[in-house]
T-cell receptor
Framework: KQEVTQIPAALSVPEGENLVLNCSFT??????LQWFRQDPGKGLTSLLL?????REQTSGRLNASLDKSSGRSTLYIAASQPGDSATYLC????????????FGAGTRLFVKA | EAGVAQSPRYKIIEKRQSVAFWCNPI?????LYWYQQILGQGPKLLIQ????????DSQLPKDRFSAERLKGVDSTLKIQPAKLEDSAVYLC??????????????FGPGTRLTVL
């Protein structure tokens, strides 16, 4: 069964701290991986997309890495701010003979001022 | 560039009633998705369209859910009859996939359905 797991489920940090969110997946036949941010009551906002041939992507204070061999991706947030408070979801497009996009349950982040 | 539009934003119905959701994807995006997101969980794919054809509907409860994408643009998702466990946010997303190359998915704001 194809699964995507995100750890931790929730995280509370003081403002200014660097932090890492984790995403693990069971199928090594990955096509790409996308990190999203979801604010309460809102849709998903795309943060970074990593193709299977890439090892990392960067956008501003965000850096996402991909290690296919270990089935893991990390989202690194530098110098966290209260505005970063949201739920972060990873979505993995994986499978052979027909790719499916599977989401993790998300990590709820709270950055304290 | 306009984003993915969805309506209504909120809907409250009683069980066994019918409901329909509408989605207008980003112009030029051939791929359209409907997801169901239950509180505290990640979105689960219900159906994927490529233009007006269905690519994947393996997780769509076909006894009560139906979806169509006429003319390969707008799409509607219908539930008939609704059950209590259908209470969720229904998200529409679209993707530009030129020549099969995968780009980002873009999501609409979602429709929050409450079934009483």
């Amino acid at each position: 069964k194809q699964e995507v797991t995100q750890i931790p489920a929730a995280l509370s940090v003081p403002e200014g701290e660097n932090l890492v969110l984790n995403c693990s997946f069971t199928d090594s036949a990955i096509y790409n991986l996308q990190w999203f941010r979801q604010d309460p009551g809102k849709g998903l906002t795309s943060l970074l997309l990593i193709q299977s041939s890439q090892r990392e992507q960067t956008s501003g204070r965000l850096n996402a890495s991909l290690d296919k061999s270990s089935g893991r991706s990390t989202l690194y947030i530098a110098a966290s701010q209260p505005g970063d408070s949201a739920t972060y979801l990873c979505a993995v497009r994986m499978g052979t003979g027909g790719f499916k996009t599977i989401f993790g349950a998300g990590t709820r982040l709270f950055v304290k001022a | 560039e306009a984003g993915v539009a969805q309506s209504p934003r909120y809907k409250i119905i009683e069980k066994r009633q019918s409901v329909a959701f509408w989605c207008n994807p980003i112009s030029g995006h051939a791929t359209l998705y409907w997801y169901q997101q239950i509180l505290g969980q990640g979105p689960k794919l219900l159906i994927q369209f490529q233009n007006n054809g269905v690519v994947d509907d393996s997780q769509l409860p076909k006894d009560r859910f139906s979806a169509e994408r006429l003319k390969g643009v707008d799409s509607t998702l219908k539930i008939q009859p609704a059950k209590l466990e259908d209470s969720a946010v229904y998200l529409c997303a679209s993707r530009f996939s030129p020549g099969g190359r995968d780009n980002e998915q873009f999501f609409g704001p979602g429709t929050r359905l409450t079934v009483l």
